[in-house]
């Protein structure tokens, strides 16, 4: 059973930093490129960044600049680093999973594989 697990998340203050995980299980991440979403409140889903395979990224404009993601295919494991973090980065964080290689989309409509999330509260 293909599962994803994110972990991480957590309170801090406007200008601190986070580091959130996705771990799989079932499967090996090798072949597959990994995006990262949010979800406010009251919000539509929003893509932040992905990964390929052969670790290209993308980064969206929420993301550009203060946000990092990388993956440990030896872990298993794809970590999203978030610095500068503001009020508005208040969310559910997701990450997914889609078998494609060599490249990634930040289009949630495709990947079939969720995690079940990973709540980020940024206030003071």
């Known amino acids: 059973q293909l599962q994803l697990v994110e972990s991480g998340g957590g309170l801090v203050q406007p200008g601190g930093s986070l580091r959130l995980s996705c771990q799989a299980s079932?499967?090996?991440?090798?072949?597959?490129?990994i995006g990262w979403f949010r979800q406010a409140p009251g919000k539509e889903r929003e893509g932040l960044s992905c990964?390929?395979?052969?670790?290209?990224?993308i980064y969206l404009d929420a993301a550009k600049g203060r946000f990092t993601i990388s993956r440990d295919n030896a872990k298993n494991t794809v970590y999203l680093q978030m610095n500068s973090l503001k009020p508005e980065d208040t969310a559910v964080y997701y990450c997914?999973?889609?078998?494609?290689?060599?490249?990634?989309?930040?289009?949630?409509?495709?990947?079939?594989?969720w995690g079940q999330g990973t709540q980020v509260t940024v206030s003071s």
């Open positions: 079932g499967f090996t991440l090798n072949y597959y490129a």
């Open positions: 990964i390929s395979s052969v670790k290209s990224t």
């Open positions: 997914a999973a889609e078998r494609r290689t060599k490249s990634c989309t930040t289009y949630s409509g495709a990947y079939k594989t």
